[in-house]
């Protein structure tokens, strides 16, 4: 009895001490939402056995949260009326998915603890389990985020690297949101699993020169060289196993067969190569820098006191 009245004399600790100093902590749902996590785990679960891609867009849809305004559920925000939202920013418009996964999870959550769990959080959580789910790493999520209020569309057309970025272009990127080059190699591992539509690759396979020949010829087969043909075709980010967290995306990149220009990047001849060589020899090297990037990208700017617990992740609470 002692050590349970202990334990929860700790638990009520560090859930007040990281509410006082703005942290985030993976245990500040555990008395308001104890079922939070399954929650999100059985909606992810069921979404991947419908479309198992939907896994990679999940994970993505943290990234393009995480890098405009920092982690808040901006991305979430839909245009309604005169609010100008993110979903019509160049790297999210007809490309960025998984926003009717998080409406299921909120409105489960809703009905089991209402008003308590913010959108933003879900989507990390959310992330953290398609990650888990398709092979990759487990990771305890630090939790507490707020919702915006607002969402920027221009911040998401300037921050969110483009998939013709130079290795220098990608490490600054990454560097303003406070992520270092290792980080911004090891998340880029996310390629790992999903698809990209051929206008955001066709000038690496037509034009570059540090593409595997045999895989160009193959990749051309379903991106005509021409623009606005073929313009949303998919191919695998990974040709080997796109819907497994595995590291064969370095192995790729070894043998010159990223898809995306910016992938390629990473092992050209700069100073990522030798990480790349790594993650592609070791798996579990890939795998914990992985949760721990994705750790340190869900830190950035997260609202710990202002903004709101939204009601509905696609609109800002009236009054
Ligand atoms: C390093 C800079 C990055 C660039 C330039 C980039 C660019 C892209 C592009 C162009 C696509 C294809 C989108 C489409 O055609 O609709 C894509 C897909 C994807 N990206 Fe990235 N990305 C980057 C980093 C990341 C990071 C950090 C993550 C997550 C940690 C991530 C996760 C994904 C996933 C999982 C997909 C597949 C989504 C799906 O199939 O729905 N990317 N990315």
């Given at each position: 009895m002692a050590?349970?009245?202990?334990?929860?004399?700790?638990l009520a600790f560090s859930l007040l001490a990281s509410a006082v100093s703005g942290q985030l902590s993976s245990t500040f749902y555990a008395t308001s939402c104890p079922t939070l996590e399954l929650i999100v785990r059985a909606t992810?679960?069921?979404?991947?056995?419908?479309?198992?891609?939907?896994g990679a867009s999940l994970v993505r849809l943290f990234f393009h949260d995480c890098f405009v305004q920092g982690c808040d559920g901006s991305i979430l925000l839909d245009d309604v009326g005169s609010f100008v939202g993110e979903k019509g920013a160049g790297p999210n418009v007809n490309s960025v998915r998984g926003f009717d996964v998080i409406d299921q999870i909120k409105a489960t959550v809703e009905l089991i603890c209402p008003g308590v769990v913010s959108c933003a959080d879900i989507v990390a959580l959310a992330a953290r389990d398609s990650t888990f789910l398709l092979g990759g790493p487990n990771w305890a999520v630090p939790l507490g985020r707020r919702d915006s209020t607002t969402a920027s569309q221009s911040q998401a057309n300037n921050d969110l690297p483009a998939p013709t970025s130079s290795l220098a272009a990608l490490i600054s990127a990454f560097g303003n949101k406070g992520l270092s080059a290792r980080d911004m190699t090891a998340l880029s591992g996310a390629h790992t699993i999903g698809f990209s539509q051929c206008q955001n690759f066709r000038d690496h396979i037509y034009n570059d020169t540090d593409v595997d020949a045999a895989f160009a010829t193959l990749r051309r087969r379903a991106c005509p060289a021409a623009p606005g043909s073929g313009d949303t075709n998919l191919a695998p980010l990974d040709a080997q196993t796109q819907f497994v967290f595995d590291n064969a995306y370095y192995r790729n990149l070894l043998v010159r067969r990223g898809l995306l220009h910016s992938d390629q990047e990473l092992f050209n001849g700069g100073s990522q190569d030798a990480l790349v060589r790594q993650y592609s020899a070791n798996p579990a090297l890939f795998a914990s820098d992985f949760a721990a990037a994705m750790i340190k990208m869900g830190n950035i700017g997260p609202l710990t006191s202002a903004g709101q617990v939204r009601a509905n992740c696609r609109v800002v609470n009236s009054s």
């Amino acid at each position: 009895m002692a050590s349970f009245r202990t334990w929860h004399c700790l638990l009520a600790f560090s859930l007040l001490a990281s509410a006082v100093s703005g942290q985030l902590s993976s245990t500040f749902y555990a008395t308001s939402c104890p079922t939070l996590e399954l929650i999100v785990r059985a909606t992810v679960i069921r979404a991947l056995v419908a479309e198992r891609r939907m896994g990679a867009s999940l994970v993505r849809l943290f990234f393009h949260d995480c890098f405009v305004q920092g982690c808040d559920g901006s991305i979430l925000l839909d245009d309604v009326g005169s609010f100008v939202g993110e979903k019509g920013a160049g790297p999210n418009v007809n490309s960025v998915r998984g926003f009717d996964v998080i409406d299921q999870i909120k409105a489960t959550v809703e009905l089991i603890c209402p008003g308590v769990v913010s959108c933003a959080d879900i989507v990390a959580l959310a992330a953290r389990d398609s990650t888990f789910l398709l092979g990759g790493p487990n990771w305890a999520v630090p939790l507490g985020r707020r919702d915006s209020t607002t969402a920027s569309q221009s911040q998401a057309n300037n921050d969110l690297p483009a998939p013709t970025s130079s290795l220098a272009a990608l490490i600054s990127a990454f560097g303003n949101k406070g992520l270092s080059a290792r980080d911004m190699t090891a998340l880029s591992g996310a390629h790992t699993i999903g698809f990209s539509q051929c206008q955001n690759f066709r000038d690496h396979i037509y034009n570059d020169t540090d593409v595997d020949a045999a895989f160009a010829t193959l990749r051309r087969r379903a991106c005509p060289a021409a623009p606005g043909s073929g313009d949303t075709n998919l191919a695998p980010l990974d040709a080997q196993t796109q819907f497994v967290f595995d590291n064969a995306y370095y192995r790729n990149l070894l043998v010159r067969r990223g898809l995306l220009h910016s992938d390629q990047e990473l092992f050209n001849g700069g100073s990522q190569d030798a990480l790349v060589r790594q993650y592609s020899a070791n798996p579990a090297l890939f795998a914990s820098d992985f949760a721990a990037a994705m750790i340190k990208m869900g830190n950035i700017g997260p609202l710990t006191s202002a903004g709101q617990v939204r009601a509905n992740c696609r609109v800002v609470n009236s009054s």
